[in-house]
């Protein structure tokens, strides 16, 4: 997060225009607090980073313009494993979110960057343990108050398709609703006509979850086009 202005992007200028606040968060480990921070999370990936955005969320619903019952959060890689976990253990703050291309377990990610901080599975159980979703879906409600929606590339080289596969497997085996995207041979970004469609799907999952209503055909126009 930068003290800086990018521009006026149509993205952010529409949702203002439509009364939404956009709100960037950064963890203990996103890199400013250098290799203090990356100590704090060492052996526990998204365990403490999950308290820093509860922590940050908690500021802006205490002001009076802000709805806490229409939180949401999106991100893709890690940002998509944030996101579950925000919407699962987190959903007393986060409602609803979408994830895009994350890793659910981290035993299913390449060994280089995740025993780097979680060390090996086998010497750190505990730890592993305690930074999987599929163990948080339980306080999922997966209704009109806390809803989360999935996409993946089954091509991505990256994020192992696996992650998403028993994510849903778990979701389905307690009846939890929630909705997906796959995208055949997608990567790990969307591109071409699967990025269209990509955006085109978030924006009505906001306008269905945070602004109840549906969305414009001029957006979907610029969109797609």
Do not use: C
């Amino acid at each position: 997060v930068k003290d800086s202005w990018a521009g006026l992007f149509f993205r952010n200028q529409w949702w203002a225009n439509h009364g939404v606040i956009q709100v960037t968060l950064d963890t203990r480990s996103s890199g400013h607090l250098g290799k203090t921070g990356i100590n704090q999370v060492y052996r526990k990936l998204g365990v403490l980073e999950l308290q820093d955005f509860i922590d940050g969320i908690k500021y802006f619903t205490a002001m009076p313009y802000v709805d806490k019952d229409k939180i949401g959060i999106q991100g893709f890689s890690f940002g998509g494993t944030m996101t579950a976990l925000a919407v699962t253990e987190g959903n007393e703050y986060f409602k609803y979110g979408i994830a895009g291309g994350g890793v659910y377990d981290w035993r299913l990610y390449d060994s280089h960057y995740t025993e780097r901080y979680m060390d090996r599975p086998q010497d750190n159980p505990d730890g592993y343990a305690q930074a999987t979703v599929y163990d948080r879906v339980d306080a999922y409600k997966g209704d009109k108050t806390n809803m989360l929606r999935i996409t993946h590339g089954t091509g991505d080289d990256n994020v192992h398709f696996l992650n998403t596969l028993q994510l849903i497997d778990k979701l389905q085996s307690q009846k939890k609703d929630f909705e997906l995207m796959i995208y055949p041979q997608g990567m790990h970004g969307y591109r071409g006509n699967q990025a269209k469609q990509s955006n085109l799907q978030d924006y009505k999952f906001w306008y269905k979850y945070l602004l109840e209503s549906e969305m414009p055909s001029i957006l979907k126009d610029y969109l797609t086009k």
